[in-house]
């Protein structure tokens, strides 16, 4: 199956700086990728999501970078503010599963400090 | 849009109880997913359904756990016997298969406690 590995597990900015999550994966045939938000004692909520059609996206001030050839991608946050703090997760598909199922990093716990 | 709706949202129980969890997928979604958070395995897949059938269960931690999706609105995951081990929080999940690639949604979980 697929392995999804997720640096760092905990990180601190002051607000207003940026903030990188790295993911890294096994499956070279993966081609869809995930990140979730998840504040504290509520649901993981999709924030955005890259196919492997394309290199980068963004939506406001978070964006995801895919680089197929080294498999990983990463969730940058940029002027980063309080309610950006919560874990954020990333996914893969599994290997030999389709599309249907995700394999889930351990997850980041991120904190701005005001 | 209601979402992924479960129940009970908290459940305490003693050991050796049967425990029920209940789950409704957004309409229209043909896979649904069980997952169990716990703080050292993170979030793991247990089971999931395409089309109401069972796909994948390898994630089931063993035969006190079991799942069924009787119809497209409605899936349960059973403990019996419950034990303290198996406490955490169980996420369901769904998604719509058609189209391309679709991101799952999560329901906000229920939170088991057995004591």
């Known amino acids: 199956g697929e392995n999804v590995e997720q640096h760092p597990s905990t990180l601190s900015v002051q607000e207003g700086d940026s903030a990188v999550i790295k993911c890294t994966y096994s499956d070279s045939a993966s081609n869809y990728f995930p990140w979730y938000k998840q504040e504290l004692g509520k649901r993981p909520q999709l924030i955005i999501d890259i196919r492997s059609n394309v290199g980068e996206k963004k939506d406001q001030r978070i964006a995801v970078t895919l680089n197929k050839t080294a498999k990983h991608f990463s969730l940058h946050i940029t002027e980063t503010q309080p309610e950006d703090s919560a874990v954020y997760f990333c996914a893969g598909p599994r290997s030999g599963a389709g599309s249907y199922q995700l394999t889930f990093g351990k997850g980041t716990k991120l904190s701005v400090i005001p | 849009d209601a979402g992924v709706i479960q129940s009970p949202r908290h459940e305490v129980t003693e050991m050796g109880q049967e425990v029920t969890l209940r789950c409704k997928p957004i309409?229209?979604?043909?896979?649904l997913f069980w997952y169990r958070q716990t703080m050292m395995r993170g979030l793991e897949l247990l089971i999931y359904f395409n089309n109401n059938v069972p796909i994948d269960d390898s994630g089931m931690p063993e035969d006190r756990f079991s799942a069924k999706m009787p119809n497209a609105s409605f899936s349960t995951l059973k403990i019996q016997p419950s034990e303290p081990r198996d406490s955490a929080v169980y996420f369901c999940?769904?998604?719509?298969?058609?189209?391309?690639?679709?991101?799952?949604?999560f329901g906000d979980g229920t939170r088991l406690s057995i004591l």
């Open positions: 309409s229209g979604h043909n896979s």
């Open positions: 999940a769904s998604r719509w298969t058609g189209g391309g690639y679709q991101p799952q949604h």
